[in-house]
């Protein structure tokens, strides 16, 4: 089970490989429009990773295990570095 602070950092990583999605498929854009779609898209996913901040800046949490918690956050992050979106 994840914490609060995880599935934050979870919405964080996810729009981050977003807008990073977006903003590599803008220099490939063949078209005004096409682009203009892109890069509002991109700017989306930098909103949201906002949000996600802000919660995670507001939340005090009390962590019981360090290290496990510690360990569970950087097997979440291996896995969600290998998909643009998971």
């Known amino acids: 089970m994840f914490s609060l602070a995880e599935v934050y950092e979870l919405g964080i ?4 490989n977003g807008e990073k999605f977006y903003r590599d498929a ?4 063949w078209s005004k429009p096409l682009a203009d779609m892109l ?3 991109a700017e989306e996913e930098v909103k ?3 949000f996600f901040v802000k ?3 507001g939340l005090k949490q009390k962590r019981e295990n ?4 510690e360990m ?5 992050k291996d896995i969600l570095e290998t998909r643009p979106f998971p």
């Open 66 to 69: 360090p290290f496990l918690d």
């Open 13 to 16: 990583r996810i729009e981050r």
């Open 72 to 76: 569970g956050t950087s097997m979440l």
């Open 39 to 41: 890069n509002r898209l």
């Open 55 to 57: 919660r995670m800046d």
């Open 26 to 29: 803008l220099k490939q854009a």
């Open 48 to 50: 949201h990773v906002d």
